[in-house]
């Protein structure tokens, strides 16, 4: 089926630059291979460092291969808690004011305030593969795990607000954090699908005269288009979660 999509967990990792690798672990330094990743190029390696945050730390924070241009940093919303610190979801910023991170490795120490992360939730797929599910680079999907087991027995559930990013480069995996694989009882290698996409909606139906949000939500997850009439009103934020996920049929 073209619309599984291999799940990858990751744990909260680094990316350094070849500075910061050198700062921590030496002149001269490089990172060896402890496990390959599934994107291609991408390994996870020997090298751990310390990350200590105003109220916490973590003592061996794996760093992920290969080096990059500049420094990134990915945690969980519980590893951001454990911390002490408040990053954004879904870009690298600077941190808000008086929070920063140190990274301590056996030579060296540094000290970060920006560039730290809580990632989206996002899925990485090929061109000729997201065409044949029906998604698009940017978009944004609902995704839901493919469970065979007795669903009042599992923790199954969906997934918003997944963002799509599409490159020749990427092998298909959807990327989520340990905090979202521990509430759906998920683990790498599971498979979910896109339960909404602009490929095989089966069903239309015609708008009230008021839409909201959860009108929206239950259409993209029985799979319906929503005919506007004349005359109906809107809610924002229907409006937007129907945008996002080309629902309404003007």
Known sequence: MPNL?????SNRHMH???EALETLFGPGSELSVYRALRQ???FASEQMVEMVG?????????????????????????DARVLGIDPPVGRFAPLPEGQSL???????????SENVMIS?????IAP??????GIRNGQSVFVAPLNGG???QSRICVFGNVLVRVDESFVKEMHIDTDEANAAGLKSGDMVYVVQSSVGYYDEKPSSRLIVESDVRGAILRRQKIRLSEGVIITPAARDLARAHDVFIE
């Open 5 to 9: 999509i291999p799940v990858g967990v």
């Open 16 to 18: 350094l630059t070849r």
């Open 40 to 42: 291609r190029g991408e």
């Open 54 to 78: 105003p109220a916490g730390s973590y003592p061996r924070v794996r760093i992920l291969g290969a080096l990059r241009d500049q420094i990134q940093i990915e945690i969980a919303p519980s």
């Open 102 to 112: 140190e990274l301590r490795g056996p030579k060296g120490v540094l000290k970060i």
């Open 120 to 124: 989206r939730r996002h899925i990485h």
């Open 128 to 133: 000729d593969e997201a065409a044949e599910i």
């Open 150 to 152: 007795d669903p009042l």
